[in-house]
């Protein structure tokens, strides 16, 4: 699953979850730049990745080459 999957499924879940990015940005304790970051598809540190995802109701799984 490359990036742009994953923002795919994170933008899916807000819309069915009707959260704003503030909202999830205090429910994942991550900072609201974080949250734009990820939306806007930039890099950001896998542990706040992971916690937006939680929020969301989302997973990844890394397969390592």
Do not use: C, H, P, W
Not at 6 to 27: F, G, H, N, P, W
Not at 37 to 43: L, N, T, V, Y
């Amino acid at each position: 699953m490359d990036a742009e999957q994953i923002v795919e499924q994170i933008r899916s879940a807000k819309q069915q979850k009707k959260m704003t990015l503030q909202e999830i940005a205090s429910q994942s304790e991550v900072a609201i730049r974080t949250v734009n970051r990820i939306f806007a598809g930039e890099d950001v540190r896998y542990s706040s990745l992971v916690a937006v995802l939680e929020v969301l109701g989302l997973s990844i799984s890394v397969n390592a080459a």
